[in-house]
């Protein structure tokens, strides 16, 4: 397909497991980003992929989450040992280059994660 | 640090009355700055933005916003609201070339467009 795609669309999981979720960027798009979305709340941060560079990791809120990247194409987001508070949606971006031109930012529909 | 502020969770706005919605921002240099608009069950949609140039800048659906250096805002506004412009909308910053480089958002502000 043409824009981002994420899956799962929906992912229900118990208290203490871990959980993948997978974000395939547009192709030929170098930078690409994992945000969160709370019920109700705005978009926070979670990790910046650009190119070979370094991943900015800043936004990871414990060492509970991790995310890698093939080359510039897959990235996976993981969750080990699930807790309540990390129910979201979990939104994947990318975009053409993560420079200084102000490039927009395509996202995918998002991985709603419901942790009982 | 950059920051942004979407001082309103809602705005109510009748159909066919000009709209607003604000954003004020918080970063040192000159910051890119981006609307994006979250439509029920579907995933973030870019609008517009400001890089430099012109304050006032047009985007999609008949949407605009002005940069406002001197105040630090970016609101977007539209003439005249429709029915089907009732979403998520979303401001947000960056600095070029320095910083975090992904974009920092805001909170966002509920926009409802009465019929």
């Known amino acids: 397909g043409a824009g981002v795609s994420q899956s799962p669309s929906n992912k229900v999981t118990e208290k203490g497991k871990d959980v993948e979720l997978r974000c395939d960027p547009i192709?030929?798009?170098?930078?690409l980003y994992w945000y969160r979305q709370r019920l109700g709340q705005g978009l926070e941060f979670l990790i910046y992929f650009q190119g070979n560079s370094a991943p900015d990791k800043s936004g990871l809120p414990s060492d509970r989450f991790s995310a890698e990247r093939t080359g510039e194409s897959v990235s996976t987001l993981t969750i080990q040992r699930t807790q309540q508070e990390d129910s979201a949606v979990y939104l994947c971006a990318s975009s053409l280059n993560g420079g200084g031109d102000g490039g927009e930012l395509f996202f995918g529909e998002g991985s709603r994660l419901t942790v009982l | 640090a950059q920051s942004v502020a979407q001082p309103e969770d809602q705005v109510n706005v009748a159909e066919g009355n000009p709209l607003t919605v604000k954003c004020t921002y918080s970063v040192s240099g000159n910051p890119y700055l981006f609307w994006y608009v979250q439509y029920p069950n579907r995933g973030l949609q870019f609008l517009l933005k400001?890089?430099?140039?012109?304050?006032l800048v047009k985007g999609s659906y008949g949407f605009e916003a002005e940069f406002n250096k001197s105040q630090t805002s970016f609101h977007l506004k539209k003439p005249s609201a429709l029915v089907s412009d009732s979403a998520l909308y979303f401001c947000?910053?960056?600095?070029?070339?320095?910083?975090?480089?992904?974009?920092?958002f805001g909170s966002g502000t509920r926009l409802q467009v009465q019929p």
């Open positions: 192709s030929g798009h170098t930078a």
């Open positions: 947000a910053v960056r600095l070029p070339y320095t910083g975090r480089r992904a974009l920092t």
């Open positions: 400001y890089i430099t140039g012109d304050n």
